[in-house]
């Protein structure tokens, strides 16, 4: 489903089955996860048309795009990097029950909801860092802006956090009392600096600027 910034309904865009993540490529294309269907698209959103088809063989879960390539977590347990041919250039082991991913320069982040964690890594899939906090229950959408700051939602424990300083520091933006129901989905725009924030509780999203000054 495509809104403006308004939060007015735009148009739906026919998918192939139920989606499971989405990226962004550019204006015109999105990449869609399909989970246990083992298969992930890249959509032209504006001639409504597949360009094309890659099929794993496990579950897709979490999928990212950057510098013309597709991250997508496979299994929960790894990491596959595909070029936008569909041609895997690199598989990176990860932490078991991986789902949400996020990935920048030469970063990937990584959250892994039943161990109630945050990982970071680099693209050639050396260890970086990681975060558990008490704080962060069952962690689900994950998104970083141009300075490396990682936003993260706690499914569980309602409320989105950023991550700063390679993990060492946290701290808590939003929760219930700012409309958070079971956050889920995270989407950052670099160019304008807005967050969007999804709940799966009551189905509603927001739209936040993001401002450090």
């Not at 082991?93 to 320069?105: E, G, Q, V």
């Not at 982040?109 to 008490?134: E, M």
């Amino acid at each position: 489903m495509e809104y403006n910034e308004e939060g007015r309904f735009i148009r739906d865009i026919p998918v192939s089955a139920k989606p499971c993540d989405l990226t962004v490529i550019d204006t015109d294309q999105i990449a869609v996860s399909y989970d246990d269907l083992n298969y992930i698209e890249v959509i032209d959103i504006k001639k409504m048309a597949v360009l094309n088809t890659m099929t794993l063989k496990k579950n897709c879960r979490g999928i990212s795009y950057s510098d013309r390539k597709i991250y997508v977590v496979v299994d929960g347990s790894r990491i596959v990097v595909l070029n936008m041919k569909g041609t895997i250039l690199n598989t990176i082991m990860c932490d078991k029950n991986a789902f949400h991913i996020a990935t920048i320069d030469d970063r990937i982040y990584y959250t892994a909801p039943l161990s109630n964690t945050v990982n970071c890594c680099t693209t050639a899939g050396n260890r970086i860092w990681n975060f558990k906090d008490k704080s962060l229950n069952t962690p689900g959408g994950i998104v970083t802006d141009s300075a490396n700051n990682v936003f993260v939602v706690g499914i569980r424990s309602t409320n989105l956090m950023i991550l700063q300083d390679d993990g060492t520091v946290s701290k808590t933006l939003l929760t219930n009392a700012d409309g958070l129901e079971k956050p889920i989905r995270l989407y950052y725009n670099k160019k304008t600096n807005i967050l969007l924030v999804c709940n799966t509780q009551d189905g509603t999203a927001f739209l936040y600027s993001v401002n450090f000054n």
